[in-house]
DNA sequence: ATGCGCGACCTTTTT
DNA sequence: GGTCGCGCAT
């Protein structure tokens, strides 16, 4: 069993997973099979605990999964129990058990972005602020709570004055009618469960005792909210595992906290440090040139990341006239690279560092005929139809919910405008209770005009009829919703489809586990796995690996970001290529134009001061457009490190559960990580991981 | 209740 | 350049 476990790992990887108790960091460089490490530990505790009492803490829901997909295959073991899974999904277990004793009931709603910006809205109307401001002012309510500050702290820090102190009491209002919505947001599943610990020692006494081990994924990403609750799970025992890079800490904009990181060791002064450095990920000049940017960064945990792959392919720097021959340029690359055979096209990444580049790039490559896909991007869950069937699943769950509320009591029309609203506002004010019951006050006093009434009483029965029915699953009570609503004749037909698409997403789920999943979930987790170009912004891609990595727009105003003022802020931006560069396994282009289009108006744009930071004799600079692509280094090197498995020739026929019979076209690597690469007629060129892909072999 | 014109504003976004 | 939200007009 521990021969599995540790098998084909290099002595600090094993040294991590076999470090005995004890608070651990391991500080895991780009590419140097941290996962692995990870999934890995797992196993090896639970050799000794229940995998239940193992917490093991990711920030995406993709990770979870991945993770536990991960472990299930080492362990053989049943993990439905476990405490696999996301900050935010953990927390929502252990609120949905223990939240009585904050006042609120087990039914609560948990608010995403949207419903906050809704309710932030509805006080600053109250308070007569400066409505265009709820954005500015839910990101500082957002960074305070993630920072662990309640609005009673922030109060009394202030000076009674100004705007800080209006600030101060919009939060405190915000707080508050959170909690008469029964509704939660995304930062107090975080600070709740953290406020339930620090004054029911029981109740975290209690947790600190079925956690036996703590593991944390992407610790640079970490808040210093997230930090204080662990710290507090962690207090007792102190068998914690961090595994993180401050290098690839990214998402400070959002309160991720890179002190948490370097300060861990004087939080734990007991704990042991395991870098890994060996990269297995990009050649040696991809990590080198990586390594010169990345070094000048202040305060960091030094890092020499190496790679098997010696030498490899130059660091290519471009820069043109325009962003439209900068995206030229590249579609002509990639076309070159993939006509020669050498690439496949989800060989390819291009990134960027704002969204609006995007566009040139995709109208480039539609022109040249290019298959490209856009990674990330608006959110399923975050469309209007969605939202609003969701909305009355959520109101008919918990009546409390006056964000839900007033999002559909008029959708779709009904005739409950804005004088029958304020006039159930005023009810529910002066009463203290919520809209829904204010509806039902309204009604039987005749505070409103008889056809009002009667549209009130129509609103109330369908929200009755919703949550007295019975159903089979989430999807049954869904399309119940969509038509008894009236919602089904409302919307035009690409939205239809969107809910059909919602309601086949239920088939079978839970209804509260159902409603949770969807506030917990940004993006569907569509295995996209078509052969086409990805697109995407550099933060999008932490975590991901391409042969082929573009960089676009590497120039002063957008790579550093033109925002980017501070000495912490540069170096964030300083990370986001690093995190861009490292991506790469065999080519790296970084490109730039001399003129660009940002807003409405042309630019000129000088290359980033980043750039300086490369040693010349690491990297080629063209000023003019090739007629050959430099690829045949990268080729030997490709040809050297993947040296055929015996598993499977290239030109077999195998046989795929799910996409039937395909040739294999290339089949490397080593032990776990054997990838093959299967062309299916019809679905086209997969790549797949030998152990996890179910292949059979047919003659 | 809906439609339109005007002005303000622009990043990144795991949950 | 394009989106979003507001206020005013119907």
Redesign the pocket.
Do not use: Q, V, W
């Given at each position: 069993m521990s021969k599995t476990i540790l098998e084909g790992l290099n002595p600090q990887q094993k040294e991590a997973i076999l470090h005995n108790g004890g608070p651990l960091l391991i500080l895991a460089g780009a590419g140097s099979g941290k996962t692995r490490v990870i999934t890995h530990k797992f196993a090896y505790l639970a050799k000794k605990l229940s995998p239940n009492s193992i917490l093991a803490l990711t920030?995406?829901?993709?990770?979870a999964d991945e993770m536990k997909a991960r472990i299930a295959a080492l362990t053989k073991k049943d993990l439905r129990n476990s405490w696999i899974g996301?900050?935010?999904?953990q927390c929502n277990k252990i609120l949905r058990k223990e939240i009585g004793v904050l006042g609120y009931n087990r039914d609560f709603s948990i608010y995403?972005?949207d419903d906050q910006?809704n309710l932030i809205?509805h006080i600053l109307k109250e308070f007569k602020i400066y409505?265009?401001l709820?954005k500015g002012i839910l990101s500082r309510i957002s960074s305070l709570k993630s920072a662990s500050i309640t609005p009673e702290e922030f109060l009394s820090k202030g000076d009674g004055f100004g705007f800080e102190d209006r600030l101060a009491r919009v939060y405190i209002r915000y707080q508050d009618e959170l909690k008469r919505c029964n509704a939660v947001d995304?930062?107090d599943?975080i600070m709740l469960t953290t406020k339930i610990f620090e004054e029911h020692p029981d109740i975290l006494k209690k947790y600190q005792q079925r956690f036996q081990y703590i593991l944390i994924d992407?610790f640079q990403?970490t808040n210093t909210a997230q930090y204080k609750l662990i710290k507090l799970l962690a207090s007792s025992h102190k068998n914690i595992c961090v595994v993180g890079d401050d290098d690839q800490s990214?998402?400070g904009?959002?309160?991720?906290n890179i002190n948490n990181i370097l300060n861990f060791e004087k939080d734990f002064p007991t704990a042991k440090v395991i870098k890994l450095e060996q990269n297995y990920r990009s050649t040696q000049n991809i990590l080198h040139v990586s390594g010169c940017i990345i070094k000048n960064n202040p305060k960091r945990k030094a890092k020499t990341l190496w790679s098997e792959r010696k030498g490899g392919e130059k660091v290519l720097q471009c820069w043109f006239g325009t962003e439209e021959e900068e995206a030229k340029y590249i579609a002509k690359l990639i076309k070159g690279l993939y006509l020669k055979g050498m690439y496949d096209y989800n060989d390819f990444a291009i990134l960027y560092?704002?969204?609006?580049q995007s566009r040139v790039l995709e109208d480039t490559l539609r022109h040249e005929g290019l298959p490209y896909r856009i990674v990330?991007g608006v959110?399923f869950y975050h469309r209007k139809e969605i939202k609003d069937i969701i909305a009355y699943m959520r109101l008919a769950l918990n009546r409390d919910d006056n964000v839900s509320l007033r999002r559909i009591i008029?959708c779709p029309?009904r005739?409950?405008?804005?004088?029958t609203l304020s006039k159930l506002e005023q009810e529910a004010k002066k009463k203290s209770i919520s809209l829904f019951a204010a509806i039902k006050n309204v009604i039987k006093s005749g505070g409103v005009t008889s056809s009002a009434r009667e549209k009130l009483e129509g609103f109330l029965s369908i929200i009755d009829k919703i949550s007295s029915g019975k159903y089979k699953d989430a999807a049954d009570m869904l399309s119940k919703i969509y038509t008894k609503t009236g919602y089904s004749e409302f919307i035009n037909d690409e939205r239809a489809e969107n809910v059909q698409e919602l309601i086949a997403s239920a088939e079978g789920k839970d209804i509260k586990e159902f409603v949770d999943r969807v506030?917990?979930?940004?993006?569907v987790d569509d295995v996209d796995n078509s052969n086409a170009i990805s697109l995407?912004?550099?933060?999008?891609a932490?975590g991901l690996e391409f042969p082929v990595v573009f960089i676009a727009g590497v120039e002063e105003g957008v790579l550093p970001?033109f925002?980017?003022k501070g000495t912490e802020?540069i170096a964030?931006?300083r990370r986001?290529l690093y995190v861009g560069m490292t991506r790469a396994k065999d080519l790296l282009w970084l490109t730039g134009a001399k003129r660009r289009?940002l807003?409405?108006?042309v630019q000129e744009q000088e290359p980033s001061r980043f750039l300086n930071d490369i040693p010349e004799e690491s990297c080629q600079k063209i000023e003019k457009i090739l007629k050959d692509t430099p690829y045949t280094a990268a080729r030997k090197q490709r040809i050297k490190t993947f040296k055929p498995a015996a598993a499977y020739s290239v030109g077999a026929r195998v046989r795929h559960p799910k996409w039937g019979i395909g040739v294999v076209r290339d089949c490397y690597g080593e032990g776990d990580d054997q990838k093959i690469t299967v062309n299916f007629p019809e679905i086209g060129i997969k790549r797949l991981a030998l152990k996890f892909a179910n292949l059979e072999r047919i003659r």
């Open positions: 920030f995406t829901n993709k990770a996301t900050f935010h999904s995403d972005e910006c809205r409505e265009a709820y995304l930062d599943l992407e990403d990214i998402y904009f959002r309160g991720a560092r704002i969204n609006l990330g959110s008029n029309p005739g409950i405008g804005d004088s506030s917990l979930i940004t993006s995407m912004t550099l933060h999008s932490k970001y925002k980017a802020e964030e931006e986001l289009k807003y409405a108006k």
